[in-house]
């Protein structure tokens, strides 16, 4: 596993002369005094200003944490909302601990189970920026003897009537609502996932099957994919949203461990 530390602060920013054609089709001038321009008129402005400029990014800073332990077995990746909730993802993952270590019975299973209920929970206080939000939950199930991963995100789901028919709206179309799921992903799916995939798809046919690899192996491919999506980030934008920090981390039948180096990883390899 790997993540990066990049964090984006999109919005728009104004200058004078981008309020001045608003100013002079309504025959004002920057001595009037009378309130004359509407809050939508503001906010269309502000819209122009972000679809002009590299959508919307205003800077980038180098503190995210992306990938966290969850419990000795397993681990979260994120991407997306930064603070879902208005919580850190240290925080949530604090509680999400705390839970899993009063649990009796400690599997992988509960733990996917207490970081998805939990992770649904703060959603629901979230505004619609959630609805970027993607998440994965993976690590070895010791009771199967298997490494797993599971992707949570938003998806649409259609509402029913008591019938179990459709529901729709004045024009007929299906209404539906957005809803936090989660998915296995099979051996044999791309290893890349959603954003990744377009900037990865030169992987081609490597990329949508995967061939069985040592440890060694898996680190120096994820090492490599990371620094390609960097440096295509690099080159498509000013502003960066991929980069910073990488940190690594391997889970293996003894356990989740951080990682820098090939080095470390021959020294779990031979341990």
Not at 71 to 81: E, K, M, N, V
Not at 161 to 190: A, C, M, S, W
Request: aromatic content about 10%; proline content about 3%; glycine content about 8%.
């Amino acid at each position: 596993m790997c993540a990066d530390s990049k964090e984006i602060t999109k919005g728009g920013q104004l200058l004078w002369t981008d309020y001045e054609p608003l100013l002079r089709a309504k025959g004002l001038s920057d001595e009037s005094e009378e309130i004359s321009i509407s809050p939508k008129e503001i906010a269309d402005i502000f819209k122009k200003t972000i679809m002009e400029s590299d959508e919307g990014r205003l800077k980038s800073t180098d503190t995210g944490l992306k990938l966290f332990m969850i419990d000795h077995f397993s681990a979260l990746l994120t991407s997306g909302t930064a603070n879902p909730g208005g919580m850190e993802f240290t925080d949530i993952v604090t509680e999400i601990r705390s839970k899993i270590d009063s649990e009796s019975f400690k599997s992988f299973e509960s733990s996917l189970a207490i970081t998805f209920d939990y992770l649904t929970q703060v959603f629901e206080k979230d505004s619609e920026e959630k609805f970027k939000s993607q998440l994965i939950f993976c690590g070895y199930d010791g009771i199967i003897k298997k490494y797993r991963t599971f992707v949570f995100w938003f998806s649409f789901r259609r509402l029913v009537d008591e019938h179990g028919k459709d529901k729709t709206d004045e024009k007929g179309f299906p209404l539906q609502e957005r809803v936090f799921i989660k998915k296995e992903i099979e051996e044999n799916t791309p290893l890349a996932i959603k954003g990744w995939v377009n900037c990865l798809s030169s992987l081609g046919e490597f990329n949508q099957n995967p061939p069985t690899m040592t440890l060694l192996q898996g680190f120096k491919l994820i090492k490599r994919i990371m620094e390609l999506a960097v440096t295509i980030e690099e080159i498509s934008h000013e502003i960066t949203g991929i980069g910073g920090n990488i940190i690594y981390a391997v889970i293996t039948e003894k356990g989740f461990q951080w990682v820098n180096s090939e080095a470390d990883i021959m020294n779990l390899i031979w341990r």
